[in-house]
């Protein structure tokens, strides 16, 4: 083994470490971003609401953005639910009285009225618990399933595929000469040897 392998095998051992410390670190990364926001449409504990109207002005405007998490409401809670007489259509109002069991009392915070649906907490998505003005329309992009497993599949492909692990030793070995002497312009060695190295 030449002086330049000794020095090249902690190096090349500390390379692999950090590849592999990354490569841990962005798994958990996905993992946790994932359990995050996984939306409840595919089983998850989040919901992702774009505000449309004026009925939660001043709390929310119209293009808002709301991430809710699943939980166990409590009258004075912003939920978003959604009411089986709307078939898949959700309301993010807050609660004014009521319990979970006999139904909800909601009301958004412009209106002076309660509203007409008596939500219990299986109709109850998620409390609001993130709010960004004005990402809604930027955000109707992750909203859909199709997105979320593009997303997901992209990230997995990235994370997969092959590295040349070995690429800087290679590029090392083809800069020596024979006899383990560094050339700086292999161009040169061709001129003075009279063959490729």
């Known amino acids: 083994m030449t002086e330049l392998d000794a020095r090249a095998t902690p190096d090349a051992l500390a390379r692999r470490v950090w590849r592999a410390a990354v ?19 595919l089983g998850g504990c989040t919901t992702l609401t774009i505000v449309s109207g004026h009925s939660m002005e001043p709390t929310y405007y ?12 409590v009258v004075g809670d912003v939920v978003v639910y959604k009411p089986p007489e709307l078939g898949s259509g959700r309301i993010i109002h807050r609660l004014v009285g009521g319990d979970g069991e006999n139904g909800w ?12 649906f008596t939500p219990t907490d299986a109709d ?3 409390i609001a618990r993130l709010h960004v003005p004005k990402l809604g329309m930027f ?12 997303l997901i599949v992209i990230a997995l492909a990235l994370l997969m595929w092959p590295r040349d692990d070995d690429g800087d030793a290679h590029e090392e070995a083809d800069d020596e000469s024979l006899d383990g002497e560094r050339v700086e312009d292999p161009e040169a060695y061709v001129v003075a040897s009279g063959e490729r190295p």
């Open 62 to 73: 119209t293009g808002d953005l709301v991430v809710a998490r699943c939980g166990t409401p």
């Open 105 to 116: 009392q909601v009301r958004g915070d412009n209106n002076s009225w309660v509203d007409p």
């Open 23 to 41: 490569s841990v670190v962005s798994w958990v990364a996905v993992a946790a971003v994932a359990w995050l926001l996984w939306p409840t449409s």
């Open 139 to 150: 955000a109707r992009l992750f909203a859909t399933p199709y997105v979320w497993v593009s």
């Open 124 to 126: 109850v998505l998620g």
